[in-house]
């Protein structure tokens, strides 16, 4: 009983929701394999196709970030991209940092996966943090 009601005695409760996890990972990996290579390669394919603002792709599978060639563009993208309904993470605190982030959760979808590419993608193609800035 005292575990249940300590700040620090929830031990049992994290290791199982661990436990929960790798279950998950072991009965879904073929799939989260497969997505995983998805929206790597998709990333990495979008990182090349827009050369201009974006450095590089760095990351794996679902932990997948562009880094951006300016610090004002993965900010600015990050805004646009809050504002389209994507939950992005953005490291640009501190200078040379220019990454925006995707963390997915295991049971992602291949079709979030896509509707996520499709708007980073109309995003890179549109730039509207560019104008927002220009018409300041």
Not at 94 to 99: A, P, V
Not at 112 to 129: H, I, N, Q, S, T
């Amino acid at each position: 009983q005292y575990d249940a009601i300590s700040t620090n005695g929830n031990a049992s409760l994290a290791a199982y929701l661990a436990l929960s996890n790798l279950s998950l990972i072991e009965r879904e990996r073929g799939r989260i394999e497969e997505l995983s290579a998805h929206h790597s390669e998709s990333l990495r394919a979008l990182g090349g196709e827009f050369s201009d603002v974006v450095e590089t792709v760095h990351g794996r599978g679902l932990l997948t970030g562009l880094k951006f060639r300016a610090r004002e563009d993965a900010l600015g993208f990050h805004g646009a991209a809050v504002e389209r309904g994507l939950w992005l993470r953005a490291h640009a605190y501190h200078e040379g940092h220019r990454t925006v982030l995707t963390k997915y959760p295991l049971v992602v979808e291949r079709g979030v996966c896509d509707f996520v590419l499709d708007v980073m993608r109309g995003l890179l193609e549109a730039k509207p943090w560019r104008n927002r800035l220009s018409s300041c």
